[in-house]
């Protein structure tokens, strides 16, 4: 049972993770970028609330 609920919590820090560098990339994308029409913007804007949701229901 706590091999089960350590390898979740592992799987959640990983994905954690791997969220915190999607937006921080989506942030230098967004920083840079200079053409409003870019549609890479919604998923950057996305990706930006799912890291921010995600901080705030963190597990630690």
Not at 10 to 15: C, D, R
Not at 20 to 38: G, M, Q, R, T, Y
């Amino acid at each position: 049972m706590l091999v089960m609920e350590l390898t979740t919590y592992l799987q959640f820090k990983k994905a954690d993770l791997s969220i915190s560098v999607i937006s921080k990339k989506a942030f230098l994308n967004l920083e840079s970028d200079i053409n409003p029409l870019n549609p890479d913007i919604n998923l950057i804007s996305e990706s930006i609330k799912l890291a921010k949701y995600t901080k705030k229901t963190n597990l630690h």
